[in-house]
């Protein structure tokens, strides 16, 4: 069974550009969490999304924002990128009302 | 506030010996909490799980402790091997519904040859 995927695996922006990063769920999962981890910190919530609305979110400005598509996939938007948002974001994903979350493999992105 | 944090940022062990990781919590109404292992370049792998109405559960070499009482979780990883070098992150589910998880900072464990 394939996991989550996310792409690309590496994004290079500059100050002010908008990043685009994309997650594939695992197959039957329509939750899609995302989570930022800033070098040498811990995981930080982003978003939540299950069957194509936002249900959550975490305390991130509003230049941060997404969708989920309906076959469940989901893409994380920033805007105005700033030289903070350098990070690995990580996508998550589970079964309705499940908790357990299983995580892709993170899109590095930095902002120079 | 919500906080998830571990004891010790780093701890390093011997191949072959147990090894414990810890975790304390704040929010009391938490009732589920995973530990996840993130290797270099990777995402967190999951490694167990455990709810508040138990305070014990074993997988394969792993077992997590859940303390109620002191608000505090531990991950025990038997006979460690060098591949279970890693950072480890506890992580605790916050709001009815909400979906959340709280992650602590983690701590990275070093296997010694």
Known sequence: EAGVTQSPTHLIKTRGQQATLRCSPISGHTSVYWYQQALGLGLQFLLWYDEGEERNRGNFPPRFSGRQFPNYSSELNVNALELEDSALYLCASSLVAIDTQYFGPGTRLTVL | ?113
């Open chain 2, 1 to 113: 506030g919500e906080s998830v944090g571990l004891h010790l940022p780093t701890l390093s062990v011997q191949e072959g010996d147990n090894s414990i990781i810890n975790c304390a919590y704040s929010n009391s109404a938490s009732d589920y909490f995973i530990w996840y292992k993130q290797e270099s370049g990777k995402g967190p792998q999951f490694i167990i799980d455990i709810r508040s109405n138990m305070d014990k559960r074993q997988g394969q070499r792993v077992t997590v402790l859940l303390n109620k009482t002191v608000k505090h979780l531990s991950l025990q990883i038997a006979a460690t091997q060098p591949g279970d070098s890693a950072v480890y992150f506890c992580a605790e589910k916050v709001g009815q519904g909400a979906q959340k998880l709280v992650f602590g900072q983690g701590t990275r464990l070093t296997i010694n040859p």
